[in-house]
Protein backbone atom coordinates (compact mmCIF):
# COMPACT_ATOMS: atom_id res chain seq x y z
CA UNK A 1 0.00 0.00 0.00
CA UNK A 2 0.97 3.53 -0.08
CA UNK A 3 2.97 5.54 2.30
CA UNK A 4 1.70 8.81 0.80
CA UNK A 5 -0.77 10.22 -2.05
CA UNK A 6 -0.08 13.99 -2.99
CA UNK A 7 -4.02 14.74 -4.51
CA UNK A 8 -3.52 16.87 -7.88
CA UNK A 9 -6.69 18.60 -7.32
CA UNK A 10 -8.89 20.77 -5.65
CA UNK A 11 -12.62 21.19 -4.29
CA UNK A 12 -15.23 18.64 -2.98
CA UNK A 13 -13.11 15.68 -5.04
CA UNK A 14 -10.04 17.02 -3.14
CA UNK A 15 -11.38 16.61 -0.46
CA UNK A 16 -13.34 13.11 -1.16
CA UNK A 17 -9.83 11.99 -2.55
CA UNK A 18 -8.59 13.07 1.02
CA UNK A 19 -11.38 11.25 3.40
CA UNK A 20 -10.52 7.72 1.49
CA UNK A 21 -6.71 8.00 2.15
CA UNK A 22 -7.30 8.96 6.15
CA UNK A 23 -9.59 5.87 5.88
CA UNK A 24 -6.77 3.85 4.64
CA UNK A 25 -4.21 5.67 6.95
CA UNK A 26 -2.30 6.83 4.24
CA UNK A 27 -0.63 10.26 4.35
CA UNK A 28 -1.77 13.14 1.89
CA UNK A 29 -0.13 15.79 0.44
CA UNK A 30 -2.53 18.84 -1.49
CA UNK A 31 -1.19 21.06 -3.95
CA UNK A 32 -3.26 24.10 -4.56
CA UNK A 33 -3.02 27.74 -6.06
CA UNK A 34 -2.79 31.17 -4.38
CA UNK A 35 -6.75 31.44 -5.13
CA UNK A 36 -6.97 27.77 -2.74
CA UNK A 37 -4.91 28.71 0.11
CA UNK A 38 -8.15 28.58 2.06
CA UNK A 39 -9.67 25.79 1.16
CA UNK A 40 -10.82 22.79 3.34
CA UNK A 41 -8.67 20.24 1.96
CA UNK A 42 -5.60 22.62 2.47
CA UNK A 43 -6.72 22.52 6.12
CA UNK A 44 -7.18 18.73 6.62
CA UNK A 45 -4.62 17.41 4.71
CA UNK A 46 -1.47 16.45 6.27
CA UNK A 47 0.70 18.75 4.07
CA UNK A 48 -0.22 21.30 1.28
CA UNK A 49 2.55 22.76 -1.52
CA UNK A 50 1.35 25.85 -3.16
CA UNK A 51 2.14 25.10 -6.87
CA UNK A 52 1.33 28.48 -8.73
CA UNK A 53 -1.09 31.47 -9.30
CA UNK A 54 -4.50 30.72 -10.18
CA UNK A 55 -4.78 30.42 -13.79
CA UNK A 56 -5.50 26.43 -13.68
CA UNK A 57 -2.71 25.99 -16.71
CA UNK A 58 -0.29 27.90 -14.38
CA UNK A 59 -1.16 25.62 -11.21
CA UNK A 60 -3.52 22.35 -11.30
CA UNK A 61 -2.51 21.50 -14.96
CA UNK A 62 1.79 22.35 -14.34
CA UNK A 63 3.14 18.53 -14.73
CA UNK A 64 6.70 20.32 -13.85
CA UNK A 65 5.21 21.26 -10.69
CA UNK A 66 3.11 18.39 -9.55
CA UNK A 67 6.22 16.21 -10.12
CA UNK A 68 8.24 18.62 -8.43
CA UNK A 69 5.43 18.90 -5.59
CA UNK A 70 5.71 14.79 -5.10
CA UNK A 71 9.95 14.67 -5.43
CA UNK A 72 9.77 17.79 -2.29
CA UNK A 73 7.25 15.36 -0.14
CA UNK A 74 8.16 11.90 -1.12
CA UNK A 75 4.17 11.04 -2.48
CA UNK A 76 4.54 7.49 -3.78
CA UNK A 77 1.48 7.67 -5.91
CA UNK A 78 -0.90 11.03 -7.55
CA UNK A 79 -4.88 10.34 -7.46
CA UNK A 80 -5.58 13.08 -10.25
CA UNK A 81 -9.22 13.71 -9.30
CA UNK A 82 -11.54 14.38 -12.61
CA UNK A 83 -11.12 17.38 -15.04
CA UNK A 84 -7.12 19.07 -14.72
CA UNK A 85 -4.83 16.34 -15.43
CA UNK A 86 -7.09 13.11 -14.64
CA UNK A 87 -7.17 12.11 -18.59
CA UNK A 88 -3.80 13.17 -20.02
CA UNK A 89 -1.67 10.43 -21.15
CA UNK A 90 1.46 12.43 -20.83
CA UNK A 91 1.27 13.24 -17.14
CA UNK A 92 0.65 9.27 -16.77
CA UNK A 93 3.68 8.30 -18.33
CA UNK A 94 5.77 10.85 -16.57
CA UNK A 95 4.83 9.80 -13.34
CA UNK A 96 5.68 6.49 -14.16
CA UNK A 97 8.84 7.74 -15.51
CA UNK A 98 9.39 8.87 -12.10
CA UNK A 99 8.93 5.98 -10.53
CA UNK A 100 5.47 7.60 -9.03
CA UNK A 101 2.25 5.50 -9.24
CA UNK A 102 -1.08 7.36 -11.42
CA UNK A 103 -3.72 6.17 -9.73
CA UNK A 104 -5.61 5.51 -13.09
CA UNK A 105 -5.16 3.32 -16.14
CA UNK A 106 -2.07 3.25 -18.00
CA UNK A 107 -1.02 6.12 -20.20
CA UNK A 108 -1.95 3.71 -23.06
CA UNK A 109 -5.57 3.48 -22.27
CA UNK A 110 -5.79 7.08 -21.45
CA UNK A 111 -4.47 7.57 -25.27
CA UNK A 112 -7.03 5.16 -27.09
CA UNK A 113 -10.01 6.50 -25.29
CA UNK A 114 -9.06 9.68 -25.92
CA UNK A 115 -9.20 9.39 -29.81
CA UNK A 116 -12.51 9.12 -30.08
CA UNK A 117 -12.41 7.26 -33.54
CA UNK A 118 -9.74 4.97 -31.89
CA UNK A 119 -11.78 4.61 -28.76
CA UNK A 120 -15.34 3.62 -31.01
CA UNK A 121 -12.95 1.05 -33.23
CA UNK A 122 -11.63 -0.57 -29.70
CA UNK A 123 -15.33 -1.32 -28.51
CA UNK A 124 -16.33 -2.59 -31.07
CA UNK A 125 -13.53 -4.98 -31.01
CA UNK A 126 -14.14 -5.77 -28.01
CA UNK A 127 -17.80 -6.78 -28.67
CA UNK A 128 -19.54 -3.55 -27.58
CA UNK A 129 -22.32 -2.25 -29.36
CA UNK A 130 -21.55 0.89 -30.94
CA UNK A 131 -23.64 3.60 -32.98
CA UNK A 132 -23.73 2.74 -36.51
CA UNK A 133 -21.48 5.06 -38.96
CA UNK A 134 -18.01 5.44 -40.19
CA UNK A 135 -15.33 2.97 -40.02
CA UNK A 136 -12.51 5.71 -39.13
CA UNK A 137 -11.92 9.42 -40.29
CA UNK A 138 -13.79 10.38 -42.74
CA UNK A 139 -12.26 12.95 -45.30
CA UNK A 140 -14.15 13.16 -48.43
CA UNK A 141 -17.53 14.39 -49.52
CA UNK A 142 -18.34 11.89 -51.63
CA UNK A 143 -17.25 9.15 -48.91
CA UNK A 144 -19.45 10.66 -46.03
CA UNK A 145 -22.68 10.59 -48.55
CA UNK A 146 -22.38 7.38 -49.49
CA UNK A 147 -21.92 6.07 -45.48
CA UNK A 148 -24.94 8.68 -44.98
CA UNK A 149 -27.17 7.15 -48.08
CA UNK A 150 -26.04 3.52 -46.32
CA UNK A 151 -27.01 3.98 -41.87
CA UNK A 152 -29.59 6.93 -43.35
CA UNK A 153 -29.88 10.50 -42.28
CA UNK A 154 -30.20 12.42 -39.86
CA UNK A 155 -26.34 11.45 -38.81
CA UNK A 156 -23.65 13.24 -36.91
CA UNK A 157 -20.09 14.14 -37.71
CA UNK A 158 -17.99 14.71 -34.70
CA UNK A 159 -14.47 15.56 -34.36
CA UNK A 160 -12.01 12.75 -32.98
CA UNK A 161 -10.20 14.85 -30.81
CA UNK A 162 -13.37 16.06 -29.58
CA UNK A 163 -16.19 14.20 -26.83
CA UNK A 164 -18.06 15.76 -24.36
CA UNK A 165 -20.43 17.33 -26.93
CA UNK A 166 -17.35 19.76 -28.43
CA UNK A 167 -17.10 19.69 -32.39
CA UNK A 168 -20.08 18.15 -33.09
CA UNK A 169 -22.44 18.81 -36.50
CA UNK A 170 -25.59 17.57 -37.24
CA UNK A 171 -27.28 16.90 -40.92
CA UNK A 172 -30.46 16.34 -41.67
CA UNK A 173 -30.32 15.88 -45.00
CA UNK A 174 -27.87 15.23 -47.81
CA UNK A 175 -28.04 18.90 -48.47
CA UNK A 176 -26.87 19.39 -44.95
CA UNK A 177 -23.82 17.41 -45.36
CA UNK A 178 -21.10 18.87 -47.05
CA UNK A 179 -21.59 21.75 -44.67
CA UNK A 180 -21.78 20.10 -42.08
CA UNK A 181 -18.52 18.65 -42.81
CA UNK A 182 -16.39 21.19 -44.08
CA UNK A 183 -17.56 23.07 -40.77
CA UNK A 184 -16.85 19.97 -38.25
CA UNK A 185 -13.35 19.56 -39.58
CA UNK A 186 -12.33 22.95 -39.51
CA UNK A 187 -13.88 23.62 -35.71
CA UNK A 188 -11.91 20.47 -35.10
CA UNK A 189 -9.02 22.12 -36.84
CA UNK A 190 -8.66 24.88 -34.78
CA UNK A 191 -10.38 23.86 -31.45
CA UNK A 192 -7.64 20.50 -31.28
CA UNK A 193 -5.56 21.33 -34.12
CA UNK A 194 -6.39 17.43 -35.36
CA UNK A 195 -9.18 18.26 -37.92
CA UNK A 196 -10.24 14.11 -37.99
CA UNK A 197 -13.62 13.38 -37.92
CA UNK A 198 -16.13 10.46 -38.07
CA UNK A 199 -19.73 10.08 -39.03
CA UNK A 200 -22.54 8.49 -36.88
CA UNK A 201 -26.10 8.33 -37.21
CA UNK A 202 -28.06 10.77 -35.21
CA UNK A 203 -30.10 9.22 -32.60
CA UNK A 204 -33.23 11.96 -31.82
CA UNK A 205 -33.98 10.98 -28.42
CA UNK A 206 -31.86 8.77 -26.30
CA UNK A 207 -31.20 8.55 -22.96
CA UNK A 208 -27.25 9.07 -21.36
CA UNK A 209 -27.02 5.74 -19.54
CA UNK A 210 -22.70 5.00 -18.63
CA UNK A 211 -21.34 1.82 -16.91
CA UNK A 212 -19.21 2.19 -13.93
CA UNK A 213 -16.42 -0.55 -14.77
CA UNK A 214 -13.45 -1.23 -12.75
CA UNK A 215 -9.92 -3.34 -14.38
CA UNK A 216 -8.65 -5.21 -11.27
CA UNK A 217 -4.96 -4.62 -12.76
CA UNK A 218 -4.35 -8.67 -13.11
CA UNK A 219 -6.66 -8.97 -16.25
CA UNK A 220 -10.32 -9.33 -14.27
CA UNK A 221 -13.02 -6.45 -14.74
CA UNK A 222 -16.38 -6.13 -13.32
CA UNK A 223 -19.18 -3.67 -13.45
CA UNK A 224 -21.24 -1.56 -10.75
CA UNK A 225 -24.00 -1.12 -12.52
CA UNK A 226 -25.27 2.06 -14.64
CA UNK A 227 -25.83 5.59 -14.45
CA UNK A 228 -28.72 8.02 -15.89
CA UNK A 229 -27.21 11.07 -16.87
CA UNK A 230 -30.25 11.91 -19.28
CA UNK A 231 -30.77 15.25 -17.40
CA UNK A 232 -27.90 18.08 -18.78
CA UNK A 233 -27.07 21.16 -19.85
CA UNK A 234 -25.23 22.38 -22.72
CA UNK A 235 -22.91 19.22 -22.16
CA UNK A 236 -22.94 19.71 -18.33
CA UNK A 237 -24.71 17.15 -15.94
CA UNK A 238 -27.28 18.50 -13.73
CA UNK A 239 -28.79 15.42 -11.68
CA UNK A 240 -27.88 11.81 -11.81
CA UNK A 241 -29.79 8.51 -10.83
CA UNK A 242 -28.81 4.82 -10.22
CA UNK A 243 -30.40 2.77 -11.25
CA UNK A 244 -31.65 3.93 -14.25
CA UNK A 245 -34.85 4.43 -14.17
CA UNK A 246 -35.36 3.02 -17.87
CA UNK A 247 -33.70 -0.20 -17.42
CA UNK A 248 -34.95 -3.49 -15.91
CA UNK A 249 -32.35 -5.99 -13.98
CA UNK A 250 -31.92 -8.17 -16.90
CA UNK A 251 -31.02 -5.28 -18.74
CA UNK A 252 -28.51 -4.01 -16.68
CA UNK A 253 -26.74 -7.35 -16.09
CA UNK A 254 -26.31 -8.14 -19.98
CA UNK A 255 -25.12 -4.44 -20.62
CA UNK A 256 -22.42 -4.43 -17.45
CA UNK A 257 -21.28 -8.16 -18.53
CA UNK A 258 -20.73 -7.35 -21.80
CA UNK A 259 -18.69 -3.99 -20.55
CA UNK A 260 -16.87 -6.29 -17.67
CA UNK A 261 -15.60 -8.40 -19.92
CA UNK A 262 -14.51 -5.92 -22.30
CA UNK A 263 -12.58 -4.27 -19.46
CA UNK A 264 -11.06 -7.60 -18.86
CA UNK A 265 -10.02 -8.48 -22.31
CA UNK A 266 -8.66 -4.93 -22.65
CA UNK A 267 -6.05 -5.47 -19.60
CA UNK A 268 -7.49 -1.92 -18.40
CA UNK A 269 -7.05 -0.93 -14.55
CA UNK A 270 -8.78 1.24 -12.64
CA UNK A 271 -11.73 3.53 -12.51
CA UNK A 272 -13.78 3.72 -15.84
CA UNK A 273 -17.07 4.65 -17.30
CA UNK A 274 -18.39 3.52 -20.23
CA UNK A 275 -20.90 5.66 -21.88
CA UNK A 276 -24.15 5.05 -24.09
CA UNK A 277 -26.74 6.39 -25.86
CA UNK A 278 -30.36 4.20 -24.70
CA UNK A 279 -32.72 4.65 -27.31
CA UNK A 280 -35.55 1.85 -27.94
CA UNK A 281 -34.65 -0.53 -25.92
CA UNK A 282 -30.91 -0.51 -27.22
CA UNK A 283 -27.11 0.20 -26.12
CA UNK A 284 -25.65 2.60 -28.67
CA UNK A 285 -21.26 3.18 -27.30
CA UNK A 286 -20.40 6.71 -27.63
CA UNK A 287 -17.45 7.31 -25.74
CA UNK A 288 -15.41 5.66 -22.50
CA UNK A 289 -13.96 8.13 -19.87
CA UNK A 290 -10.69 6.67 -18.01
CA UNK A 291 -11.04 8.47 -14.59
CA UNK A 292 -13.25 8.94 -11.65
CA UNK A 293 -16.71 10.87 -11.70
CA UNK A 294 -18.31 13.61 -10.17
CA UNK A 295 -21.54 11.18 -9.77
CA UNK A 296 -19.77 8.59 -8.99
CA UNK A 297 -21.68 8.73 -5.23
CA UNK A 298 -25.10 7.38 -6.53
CA UNK A 299 -23.29 4.25 -7.71
CA UNK A 300 -21.63 4.34 -3.72
CA UNK A 301 -24.88 4.93 -2.59
CA UNK A 302 -26.62 1.70 -4.40
CA UNK A 303 -23.94 -0.68 -4.06
CA UNK A 304 -22.04 0.09 -0.47
CA UNK A 305 -18.91 0.18 -2.28
CA UNK A 306 -16.30 3.31 -1.55
CA UNK A 307 -14.97 3.46 -5.04
CA UNK A 308 -11.74 5.30 -4.53
CA UNK A 309 -10.94 2.74 -2.04
CA UNK A 310 -10.80 0.43 -4.99
CA UNK A 311 -9.54 2.87 -7.18
CA UNK A 312 -6.02 3.24 -4.39
CA UNK A 313 -6.12 -0.62 -3.69
CA UNK A 314 -6.11 -1.68 -7.69
CA UNK A 315 -3.29 1.17 -8.24
CA UNK A 316 -1.19 -0.45 -5.24
CA UNK A 317 -1.36 -3.68 -6.89
CA UNK A 318 -3.74 -5.49 -3.73
CA UNK A 319 -6.87 -6.23 -6.43
CA UNK A 320 -10.41 -5.33 -5.81
CA UNK A 321 -11.78 -5.79 -2.49
CA UNK A 322 -15.04 -7.61 -4.22
CA UNK A 323 -15.75 -10.02 -7.18
CA UNK A 324 -18.77 -9.42 -9.63
CA UNK A 325 -21.46 -11.51 -7.32
CA UNK A 326 -20.74 -9.29 -4.16
CA UNK A 327 -21.84 -6.54 -5.98
CA UNK A 328 -25.76 -5.64 -5.11
CA UNK A 329 -27.45 -2.89 -6.35
CA UNK A 330 -29.85 -1.48 -3.24
CA UNK A 331 -32.86 1.28 -3.92
CA UNK A 332 -32.14 4.33 -5.67
CA UNK A 333 -30.17 7.38 -5.61
CA UNK A 334 -29.99 10.69 -6.81
CA UNK A 335 -27.45 13.02 -7.05
CA UNK A 336 -27.99 16.93 -7.77
CA UNK A 337 -25.43 19.05 -8.44
CA UNK A 338 -25.02 21.96 -6.84
CA UNK A 339 -23.51 25.34 -8.37
CA UNK A 340 -22.40 28.57 -7.50
CA UNK A 341 -24.64 30.16 -10.66
CA UNK A 342 -27.70 31.58 -11.13
CA UNK A 343 -30.46 28.98 -11.31
CA UNK A 344 -32.50 29.99 -14.52
CA UNK A 345 -29.34 31.62 -16.66
CA UNK A 346 -26.90 29.88 -15.21
CA UNK A 347 -24.41 32.61 -15.15
CA UNK A 348 -21.60 31.89 -12.42
CA UNK A 349 -22.04 33.70 -8.98
CA UNK A 350 -18.59 33.44 -7.43
CA UNK A 351 -18.14 35.28 -3.81
CA UNK A 352 -18.70 34.70 -0.30
CA UNK A 353 -21.02 32.19 1.31
CA UNK A 354 -22.05 33.78 4.33
CA UNK A 355 -24.17 31.28 5.65
CA UNK A 356 -23.98 27.30 5.06
CA UNK A 357 -26.27 24.46 6.29
CA UNK A 358 -26.76 21.47 4.99
CA UNK A 359 -29.07 18.32 5.45
CA UNK A 360 -28.64 15.56 6.96
CA UNK A 361 -30.73 12.12 8.50
CA UNK A 362 -30.99 9.51 7.10
CA UNK A 363 -29.85 8.67 3.40
CA UNK A 364 -28.32 11.89 2.26
CA UNK A 365 -24.74 12.34 1.86
CA UNK A 366 -23.24 16.53 0.65
CA UNK A 367 -19.66 16.07 -0.81
CA UNK A 368 -18.54 19.51 -0.49
CA UNK A 369 -15.59 21.72 0.15
CA UNK A 370 -17.25 24.70 1.09
CA UNK A 371 -18.11 26.28 4.13
CA UNK A 372 -19.79 29.24 5.97
CA UNK A 373 -17.68 32.32 5.41
CA UNK A 374 -15.63 30.33 2.78
CA UNK A 375 -15.12 33.16 -0.39
CA UNK A 376 -15.64 30.62 -3.99
CA UNK A 377 -12.90 32.13 -6.30
CA UNK A 378 -13.50 32.88 -10.10
CA UNK A 379 -10.93 31.30 -11.50
CA UNK A 380 -12.67 27.36 -11.52
CA UNK A 381 -15.59 25.29 -12.35
CA UNK A 382 -18.69 26.54 -10.21
CA UNK A 383 -19.39 23.44 -8.79
CA UNK A 384 -20.00 23.74 -4.89
CA UNK A 385 -21.00 20.56 -3.66
CA UNK A 386 -23.51 17.54 -4.53
CA UNK A 387 -26.12 16.28 -2.51
CA UNK A 388 -26.26 12.87 -2.60
CA UNK A 389 -29.93 10.92 -1.64
CA UNK A 390 -30.07 7.12 -0.86
CA UNK A 391 -33.89 5.61 -0.64
CA UNK A 392 -34.93 1.73 -0.97
CA UNK A 393 -36.55 2.80 -4.23
CA UNK A 394 -37.09 5.89 -6.50
CA UNK A 395 -40.17 7.30 -4.21
CA UNK A 396 -38.64 7.13 -1.48
CA UNK A 397 -35.58 8.58 -2.80
CA UNK A 398 -37.49 11.51 -4.61
CA UNK A 399 -39.00 11.85 -1.04
CA UNK A 400 -36.53 11.87 0.55
CA UNK A 401 -34.47 14.62 -1.66
CA UNK A 402 -37.54 16.89 -1.40
CA UNK A 403 -36.69 17.50 2.18
CA UNK A 404 -33.50 17.28 2.56
CA UNK A 405 -33.24 20.30 -0.76
CA UNK A 406 -35.80 22.14 2.04
CA UNK A 407 -33.38 21.88 4.49
CA UNK A 408 -30.45 23.40 2.60
CA UNK A 409 -29.35 26.78 2.74
CA UNK A 410 -26.47 28.37 0.72
CA UNK A 411 -26.76 32.15 1.38
CA UNK A 412 -24.42 35.29 0.32
CA UNK A 413 -24.36 33.62 -3.22
CA UNK A 414 -26.86 32.22 -6.24
CA UNK A 415 -26.80 28.11 -6.24
CA UNK A 416 -28.71 25.67 -8.27
CA UNK A 417 -30.99 24.46 -5.48
CA UNK A 418 -34.49 26.45 -6.42
CA UNK A 419 -33.82 24.61 -10.18
CA UNK A 420 -33.30 21.44 -8.02
CA UNK A 421 -36.52 22.13 -5.81
CA UNK A 422 -38.59 22.49 -8.91
CA UNK A 423 -37.89 19.75 -10.38
CA UNK A 424 -38.42 17.27 -7.74
CA UNK A 425 -42.44 18.16 -7.88
CA UNK A 426 -42.23 18.15 -12.07
CA UNK A 427 -44.36 15.12 -13.04
CA UNK A 428 -42.35 13.84 -15.74
CA UNK A 429 -39.17 13.77 -13.79
CA UNK A 430 -41.04 11.81 -10.83
CA UNK A 431 -42.23 9.55 -13.58
CA UNK A 432 -38.96 9.40 -14.64
CA UNK A 433 -39.91 10.27 -18.19
CA UNK A 434 -37.00 12.28 -19.66
CA UNK A 435 -34.23 11.92 -22.54
CA UNK A 436 -30.86 13.91 -23.16
CA UNK A 437 -32.57 16.99 -24.49
CA UNK A 438 -35.79 17.11 -21.36
CA UNK A 439 -33.91 19.74 -19.32
CA UNK A 440 -32.53 21.67 -22.36
CA UNK A 441 -36.50 22.06 -23.03
CA UNK A 442 -37.97 22.50 -19.89
CA UNK A 443 -35.63 25.77 -19.35
CA UNK A 444 -36.66 26.77 -22.52
CA UNK A 445 -40.19 26.83 -21.64
CA UNK A 446 -39.29 28.67 -18.23
CA UNK A 447 -41.76 27.26 -16.04
C1 LIG B 1 -24.75 11.80 -30.08
C2 LIG B 1 -26.10 12.26 -30.05
C3 LIG B 1 -26.98 11.69 -30.93
N1 LIG B 1 -26.56 10.74 -31.81
N2 LIG B 1 -24.38 10.86 -30.97
C4 LIG B 1 -23.03 14.83 -26.84
C5 LIG B 1 -21.88 14.64 -25.91
C6 LIG B 1 -21.08 13.54 -26.47
N3 LIG B 1 -20.57 12.72 -25.39
C7 LIG B 1 -21.98 12.79 -27.35
N4 LIG B 1 -23.16 13.61 -27.53
C8 LIG B 1 -24.16 13.21 -28.33
N5 LIG B 1 -23.84 12.27 -29.25
C9 LIG B 1 -25.28 10.36 -31.80
N6 LIG B 1 -24.89 9.44 -32.69
C10 LIG B 1 -26.45 13.22 -29.10
C11 LIG B 1 -25.48 13.72 -28.24
C12 LIG B 1 -25.94 14.68 -27.27
C13 LIG B 1 -25.99 14.38 -25.91
C14 LIG B 1 -25.52 13.19 -25.41
C15 LIG B 1 -25.57 12.91 -24.07
C16 LIG B 1 -26.11 13.82 -23.19
C17 LIG B 1 -26.57 15.02 -23.65
C18 LIG B 1 -26.51 15.33 -25.01
C19 LIG B 1 -26.99 16.55 -25.47
C20 LIG B 1 -26.94 16.83 -26.80
C21 LIG B 1 -26.41 15.91 -27.71
Not at 55 to 73: G, M
Not at 236 to 261: H, M
Not at 310 to 326: F, M, P, T
Request: hydrophobic share 40%.
Amino acid sequence: MFQKILIANRGEIALRVLRACKELGIQTVVVHSTADADAMHVRLADESVCIGPPPSRDSYLNIHQIVAACEITGADAVHPGYGFLSENAKFADILAAHNITFIGPSGDHIRIMGDKIEAKRTAKRLGIPVVPGSDGAVTEEKEARRIAAEIGYPVIIKASAGGGGRGMKVAHTEADLEIALQTARSEAGAAFGDDAVYIEKYLEKPRHIEVQVFGDGFGGGVHFGERDCSLQRRHQKVWEEANSPALNAEERSRIGGICAKAIADLGYSGAGTIEFLYENGEFYFIEMNTRLQVEHPVTEAITGIDLVHEQIRVASGGGLSVKQEDIKFNGHAIECRINAEDPRTFTPSPGTITHFHTPGGLGIRVDSGVYSGYKIPPYYDSLIGKLIVHGRNRVECMMRLRRALDEFVVDGIKTTLPLFRDLVGNADIANGDYDIHWLEKYLARGE
